[in-house]
């Protein structure tokens, strides 16, 4: 029973799915672990580290011909083996497409994306791993890039007043945003239209804005904002504006699975914001909660520097791997029993996370997108 791991091709990839401190625990599940030459040195693993934990150096070929493969982004579907299982972030919502491919190519696909938010998945929630950094790093982008000190410091030649820091969405990343800034000693306030999130906010210390949207359920069962109306979007910007241009930074975390990011920081309000100010869009990749966001990358207009790169958890790329390859590991361990591979598709947390097996698309929201 073989498991690979193979180097991530991707532009701006610099994770690995596996390090060397996880490679005893698949050998104790009773795999043998083969991974691609060069496969952790980005993220700074080197070769002679997996040696060390008995893993088997190999070529790519040999990696992604495993029976098992695990890996950050979808491999091409056309260098797997027919009936291979593949373990990875598929973004299936995304590019469904690829999904099909998978399929079509006789490979068994887990999306990781997928694990339901249930207390027993908890250690294999890689969307909540990674979005923990991308948070983290989004302040830190924002810290080097605004014209003043986050902290409130009083010194000889005066007092330097402290950044305001507005987060919208209280999610994982968002939290772990408000946190960071909070930590470097700015004023923060936070936003999100669950309001079940306000003890969250306000148990890091920073000041929940509650804005009144209507009637409507703005959370969904699996824990995830829902899409607002239009009539909602619009009360919401408007309410918003006078925050977002009041603040020095602004970092927004906003986003539907498969669907466009929502507008929140239109181009009119970033014209009314304070010149020197920062605007960090995490959403940038899925079309931006900042109307004047590129993705991938960063610009200044009206004096405001709006920062849209993506994969901010790959820019961590040896903290990002070690969280990723511990979710890996326990997801793993679903898929084996008594030392072989063993699908069990009625567990709940296979079954949501199975996206293509046995030729054919299984997830009716795949299903639903490539139609």
Same mark, same amino acid.
């Given at each position: 029973?073989?498991v690979?791991?193979p +180097?991530e091709?991707?532009?701006g990839?610099?994770?690995?799915?596996l390090?060397?401190?996880a490679?005893?625990?698949?050998?104790r599940?009773g795999f043998e672990?083969?991974?691609?030459?060069?496969?952790?040195?980005?993220?700074?693993?080197?070769?002679?580290?997996y040696?060390?934990?008995?893993a088997?150096?190999?070529?790519?070929s040999? =990696?992604?011909?495993?029976?098992?493969?695990?890996?950050?982004?979808?491999?091409d579907?056309k260098q797997?083996?027919?009936?291979? &299982?593949?373990?990875?972030?598929a973004?299936?919502?995304?590019?469904?497409? !690829?999904?099909?491919?998978l399929?079509?190519?006789?490979v /068994?696909c887990?999306a990781?994306?997928?694990?339901? !938010?249930?207390?027993?998945?908890?250690?294999?929630d890689?969307?909540?791993?990674? $979005?923990?950094i991308?948070?983290?790093?989004? &302040?830190?982008?924002a810290?080097a !890039?605004?014209?003043k000190?986050?902290?409130?410091?009083m010194?000889a030649?005066? /007092?330097?007043?402290?950044?305001?820091?507005?987060?919208?969405?209280a999610?994982v990343?968002g939290?772990?945003a408000?946190?960071?800034? !909070?930590?470097?000693? *700015?004023?923060?306030?936070?936003?999100?239209?669950?309001?079940?999130?306000?003890?969250?906010?306000?148990?890091?210390? =920073?000041r929940?804005?509650?804005?009144?949207?209507?009637? @409507?359920?703005?959370q969904?069962a699996g @824990?995830?904002a829902?899409?607002?109306?239009?009539?909602? +979007? $619009?009360r919401?910007?408007?309410?918003m504006?006078e $925050?977002?241009?009041?603040s020095? &930074?602004?970092? /927004?975390?906003?986003q539907?699975p498969?669907?466009k990011?929502?507008? %929140?920081?239109p $181009?009119?309000?970033?014209?009314?914001? +304070?010149?020197?100010?920062?605007?960090?869009d995490?959403?940038a990749?899925?079309?931006?909660n900042?109307?004047?966001?590129e993705s991938?990358?960063e610009? &200044?207009?009206?004096?405001?520097?709006?920062?849209?790169?993506g994969?901010?958890?790959?820019?961590? *790329?040896q903290?990002?791997?070690?969280?990723? *390859?511990?979710n890996?590991?326990h997801?793993?361990g679903? %898929?084996?029993k008594?030392?072989?591979i063993?699908l069990?598709?009625?567990?709940?947390? %296979?079954? =949501?996370?199975?996206?293509c097996h046995? @030729?054919?698309?299984?997830?009716?929201?795949?299903?639903?997108?490539?139609?």
């Amino acid at each position: 029973m073989r498991v690979g791991i193979p +180097k991530e091709v991707a532009d701006g990839e610099s994770r690995v799915a596996l390090v060397p401190d996880a490679v005893p625990k698949l050998v104790r599940l009773g795999f043998e672990v083969l991974v691609e030459r060069g496969a952790g040195e980005a993220s700074g693993f080197v070769d002679a580290a997996y040696e060390e934990k008995e893993a088997r150096l190999s070529e790519r070929s040999d =990696a992604l011909g495993c029976e098992v493969v695990v890996a950050v982004a979808v491999p091409d579907p056309k260098q797997l083996a027919k009936g291979s &299982v593949l373990v990875c972030s598929a973004e299936p919502l995304d590019q469904p497409e !690829r999904i099909r491919d998978l399929a079509q190519a006789g490979v /068994t696909c887990f999306a990781l994306e997928l694990v339901p !938010r249930i207390s027993r998945a908890q250690a294999m929630d890689t969307l909540s791993s990674m $979005a923990n950094i991308a948070g983290y790093k989004a &302040v830190l982008l924002a810290a080097a !890039r605004l014209p003043k000190m986050f902290p409130l410091m009083m010194t000889a030649a005066g /007092t330097v007043r402290p950044a305001r820091v507005f987060v919208l969405g209280a999610g994982v990343a968002g939290l772990q945003a408000i946190a960071t800034a !909070r930590r470097l000693g *700015a004023v923060v306030e936070g936003y999100d239209i669950r309001p079940d999130t306000k003890e969250q906010v306000l148990s890091l210390g =920073a000041r929940f804005l509650e804005f009144d949207l209507g009637a @409507g359920d703005t959370q969904d069962a699996g @824990g995830y904002a829902k899409e607002l109306s239009d009539e909602q +979007k $619009a009360r919401q910007a408007e309410l918003m504006a006078e $925050a977002i241009q009041a603040s020095d &930074v602004v970092i /927004t975390t906003a986003q539907v699975p498969g669907r466009k990011a929502p507008l %929140l920081v239109p $181009a009119k309000v970033v014209e009314g914001m +304070k010149p020197g100010s920062v605007i960090v869009d995490m959403a940038a990749t899925s079309g931006g909660n900042c109307e004047l966001s590129e993705s991938g990358k960063e610009v &200044v207009r009206h004096g405001v520097t709006i920062v849209g790169f993506g994969n901010l958890a790959g820019s961590v *790329a040896q903290s990002a791997s070690q969280l990723y *390859a511990t979710n890996l590991v326990h997801f793993l361990g679903l %898929l084996v029993k008594e030392g072989a591979i063993a699908l069990d598709l009625e567990d709940e947390i %296979l079954k =949501a996370s199975l996206v293509c097996h046995e @030729g054919q698309v299984k997830n009716s929201r795949v299903l639903e997108a490539l139609s």
